[in-house]
């Protein structure tokens, strides 16, 4: 069936640093969507990407949409401690593939 | 409140028991779904409903039953509790289709 893969799988960083995380798949999607999760709460969208090429932000995050419809990508810019927890990306052709989830530490 | 609610939040049950998860959403959304999230394996979906008294299989639904009679309703049944159904479980909902899901707080089952 349809798999994702999302890298890295967790990540220890300094508060200030950049974060690059991402999701590649053998299959083609047609939306692109990543989630964060806190401890105890359900995920929450963060960004939704609906064309191949598309590139959008959301504050200090940005998000890609793979030219093949294969990847996507999320960037977190001068990260700080509230950015802490576990970011889901999902593809959808037609239900919605989770990734397993980067998740993010920030040392202090 | 407005939202999507799910209930208990927490459950201890024991193998062989039936146990019902309540999803509760004040938007009308006409799709929900129910998934669980297990170490190493993400989210996974269990069932769907994209109406009132339609519903259909995602890609782990073994063992588990669902019924929407309500739009605002989907409660999920597991008939004989295992010990593999130890889990968190998640609800969703959406007005648009698969897009843009909003989650409830999740409920997280033990089954002993």
């Known amino acids: 069936g349809q798999q994702l893969n999302q890298s890295p799988q967790s990540m220890f960083i300094q508060e200030g640093e950049d974060v690059s995380m991402n999701c590649t798949s053998s299959s083609i999607f047609n939306t692109w969507l990543w989630y964060k999760q806190e401890p105890g709460e359900g995920p929450v969208l963060l960004i939704a990407?609906?064309?191949?090429?598309e590139l959008t932000s959301n504050g200090r995050l940005t998000a890609q949409f793979g030219i093949t419809r294969k990847d996507s990508f999320l960037n977190i810019s001068a990260s700080i401690p509230s950015d802490v927890g576990i970011y889901f990306c999902a593809g959808q052709s037609p239900h919605i593939i989770f990734g397993k989830g980067t998740r993010l530490h920030i040392l202090p | 409140d407005a939202g999507i609610t799910q209930s208990p939040r927490y459950k201890i049950t024991e193998t062989g028991r039936q146990v019902t998860l309540m999803c509760h959403q004040t938007?009308?959304?006409?799709?929900m779904f129910w998934y669980r999230q297990d170490l190493g394996h993400g989210l996974r979906l269990i069932y769907y409903s994209a109406a009132a008294d339609i519903t259909d299989k995602g890609e782990v639904p073994d063992g588990y039953v669902v019924s929407r009679s309500k739009t605002e309703n989907f409660p999920l049944t597991l008939e004989s509790a295992t010990r593999s159904q130890t889990s968190v479980y998640f609800c969703?909902?959406?007005?648009?289709?698969?897009?843009?899901?909003?989650f409830g707080p999740g409920t997280r089952l033990t089954v002993l």
């Open positions: 969703a909902s959406t007005g648009g289709g698969y897009n843009e899901q909003f």
């Open positions: 938007w009308s959304h006409s799709y």
């Open positions: 990407l609906y064309k191949a090429g």
